[in-house]
């Protein structure tokens, strides 16, 4: 197996994985896409609420705010010694209290929440959570805990993740001396992948692999059957975007020892299973 960063910023990592079978390559993102765990707010004791809007919505925006996880301190509530009543190894408190004093509307926002623990926090301190008149008030009480995307969105460690066929296009242009069009193909590419300045026969720009969608509209349209397009095999181009709850380098850590549980786990129960003859 090989892999190559052909992207990598606090959002977003893409790289190219080659020499692993689809099936293992889906497994990994299936893995990193709902088996990851991240905290997000699961209980809200409301004191106070002025604002127009309803309590559950206000409970359901909080829960939806990105925050920063610590997977090296925090333990899932069923996982965790006090039996998951909630204690300092698998709850963090993030409280909340605004008192409008000016003489117009204010808006409360992710920045306002306080945490008790310094390393969990909201990603963004710019999310707006509920708008509130003068002289209004909201006292809010809010427990985020670990838990995994397949139980709720909320708890998802990526906002997108996805894997294509590593493009492969032969281009033959020496096919292109008969053909009486001024090249269909580089105007139909919807990814601009072929370039026709000053030349008899277009050329196909390089790297157009980064980019090609693999839509085959070069070869439908091409008169003279100059272009075949396919993919590589066992190669694929991986695109993960975050919203910043975890760095790329804990989501990958991670995935691969959960990776490797359930293929222990399943070598177990394959153990067990007794095959008649
Ligand atoms: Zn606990």
């Not at 963090?92 to 409008?100: A, D, G, K």
């Not at 460690?157 to 281009?171: L, T």
């Not at 839509?215 to 439908?220: E, G, M, P, T």
Request: glycine share 4%.
């Amino acid at each position: 197996m090989s892999l190559e960063i052909l992207e990598r910023t606090d959002h977003n990592l893409k790289f190219v994985v080659s020499g692993i079978s689809i099936e293992m390559v889906n497994a990994i993102r299936r893995v990193i896409i709902s088996e990851i765990p991240v905290m997000a707010v699961d209980e809200v004791i409301i004191l106070k609420n002025d604002s127009p809007l309803y309590d559950e919505i206000i409970a359901h925006r909080l829960s939806m705010i990105p925050l920063t996880t610590d997977l090296e301190v925090y333990k899932l509530p069923r996982e965790c010694s006090c039996g998951g009543y909630g204690c300092p190894l698998c709850q963090v408190s993030l409280t909340c209290e605004v008192t409008n004093t000016t003489n117009t509307p204010i808006e409360i926002y992710s920045r306002d929440l306080n945490s008790n623990d310094p390393k969990i926090i909201p990603v963004d301190p710019n999310i707006p959570i509920v708008k509130i008149d003068k002289n209004n008030k909201v006292i809010i009480e809010a427990y985020a805990i670990l838990g995994l995307a397949k139980d709720h969105v909320k708890w998802q460690a990526v906002s997108n993740i996805f894997y294509r066929f590593y493009p492969q296009i032969n281009f033959d242009d020496s096919k292109c001396e008969k053909c009486s069009d001024k090249c269909i193909v580089s105007r139909m590419c919807p990814e601009g992948l072929y370039d026709f300045t000053n030349k008899k026969s277009p050329i196909l720009v390089e790297d157009y692999w980064k980019t090609c969608t693999l839509c085959n509209s070069c070869r439908n349209e091409c008169p003279e059957e100059a272009i075949k397009v396919g993919w590589k095999e066992n190669s694929y181009i991986f695109s993960i975007e975050s919203d910043g709850v975890l760095p790329f380098k804990a989501i990958m850590k991670k995935t691969f020892e959960i990776f490797l549980e359930k293929i222990d786990e399943f070598v177990e129960k394959l153990g067990e299973v007794e095959i008649e003859s």
